[in-house]
C-alpha cells in the first residue's frame, strides 16, 4: 500500500509540475504578444505622425518630391509587409533623409508645426525604441523557457516555439534619429 501511495504521490508531482510548465508558457507566449502589440501601436503613431511630416516639409521644399514619395511608399508598404523589422529599418533612413532635406530651409526650421512634428517625432521614436527592448525581453524569457529542461519537453509535447526577436539590421538604423536643428 505504502508503494502505491509513492508512486501515485510521483505522478501526482509529474503532473502537477507539467502543469506549472504549461501555464508559464501560456504566461509567457501572452507577454510576447502584449509586447508585439505595443511596438505595433507606436508604429501606428509613427505612421500617422509621417503624413504630417511630409505635408509640412512638401509646403517648403516643392522639388523634393523623390525623398517625400520613397517615405510616403515605405509607410504604406511597412503596413502590410511581413518583416516589419526590414521596412522600418527602410523608413527610419527614410525619415533621416527627409530631415536632412529639411535642414536646407532655414524658415521649415523654425516653423512652429515643424517643431512640434519633430518633438512627436523623436518622443515615438524613443518610445519604438523601449517598446522594442520590452518585446525582446519578452522574447527571450519565452525562448529560455522553451529550450531548457524540464520545460522543453513540455514546449514539445504542446506545440510551444521558440519566437523571433525584433532585430534592425544596420548599426545606423538602431541609433534613433536625430530631430534636432
Not at 80 to 85: D, I, P, Q
Not at 86 to 111: F, G, H, M, R
Not at 158 to 168: D, N, V
Amino acid at each position: 500500500m505504502s508503494a502505491t501511495m509513492i508512486v501515485l504521490g510521483v505522478l501526482g508531482s509529474i503532473v502537477l509540475g507539467a502543469v506549472l510548465i504549461y501555464n508559464r508558457f501560456v504566461k509567457r507566449r501572452n507577454l510576447v504578444m502584449e509586447a508585439w502589440s505595443g511596438i505595433d501601436v507606436q508604429l501606428k503613431r509613427r505612421h500617422n505622425l509621417i503624413p504630417n511630416l511630409v505635408e509640412t516639409v512638401k509646403g517648403y521644399s516643392g522639388h523634393e518630391t523623390q525623398v517625400l514619395n520613397e517615405l510616403t511608399e515605405l509607410r504604406t508598404g511597412s503596413q502590410r509587409a511581413a518583416e516589419r523589422g526590414k521596412q522600418e529599418t527602410q523608413i527610419s533612413q527614410a525619415i533621416c533623409n527627409l530631415l536632412a532635406v529639411a535642414e536646407q530651409y532655414p524658415d521649415l526650421k523654425a516653423s512652429r508645426n515643424f517643431l512640434d512634428l519633430q518633438d512627436n517625432l523623436d518622443e515615438i521614436e524613443t518610445t519604438i525604441q523601449q517598446a522594442r527592448r520590452y518585446y525582446n525581453g519578452a522574447v527571450r524569457d519565452l525562448n529560455i523557457l522553451v529550450e531548457s529542461f524540464p520545460s522543453n519537453l513540455i514546449a514539445r509535447t504542446f506545440g510551444f516555439r521558440a519566437a523571433e526577436f525584433f532585430e534592425l539590421e544596420s548599426a545606423a538604423a538602431r541609433a534613433v534619429p536625430k530631430v534636432e536643428f
